[in-house]
């Protein structure tokens, strides 16, 4: 399978910028994709990334460097209801998946 | 609701019993897919399909069948359970936005398998 890494827990503080960060193999590529999974339930979507450059979506960004093999979600004043797993996945040759292990987010008050 | 719907939600089974989990889709999606999520190795591709009658195995299709005999339902089959099994398993669906890549994966509630 393909290897994707991303860390496996941070910890951030109400009201501030967390930054995640997801590294990939470039061969084969054809997206990636950043999940929200909250404790006990299914992810959801949050964002998609094909192209360089970054996605801006409300409080939640996404960048990507295909040449690099790498990506980033970044979560502007973060809110409690933020604590969740954030997911990286990788779309390969058109159809088939892989995510990371996910990255649990703890924030404070 | 735009929704994907499996079934049963909770399972507990014996080794070697066979067991069909179910997976509905009302969104008209073309791509559907089952993953199965274990403690410290996320989410990994068991099988998906990418229309009616067309299927492929994902990164660990060992031990499972599928079929796609509706656009709608895409069945898990375990013919012979094994304690390794034992895991939370998701099913999805996506549409096609532009060019052949699925989009947003839709996940169906999961389904928490424990074989004895």
Known sequence: ?109 | EAQVTQNPRYLITVTGKKLTVTCSQNMNHEYMSWYRQDPGLGLRQIYYSMNVEVTDKGDVPEGYKVSRKEKRNFPLILESPSPNQTSLYFCASSFRRAGPVPYEQYFGPGTRLTVT
């Open chain 1, 1 to 109: 399978g393909q290897n994707i890494d991303q860390p496996t827990e941070m910890t951030a503080t109400e009201g501030a910028i967390v930054q995640i960060n997801c590294t990939y193999q470039t061969s084969g590529f054809n997206g990636l994709f950043w999940y929200q999974q909250h404790a006990g339930e299914a992810p959801t979507f949050l964002s998609y990334n094909v192209l360089d450059g970054l996605e801006e979506k409300g409080r939640f960004s996404s960048f990507l460097s295909r040449s690099k093999g790498y990506s980033y979600l970044l979560l502007k004043e973060l809110q409690m209801k933020d604590s969740a797993s954030y997911l990286c996945a990788v779309i390969y040759n058109f159809n088939k998946f892989y995510f990371g292990s996910g990255t649990k987010l703890n924030v404070k008050p």
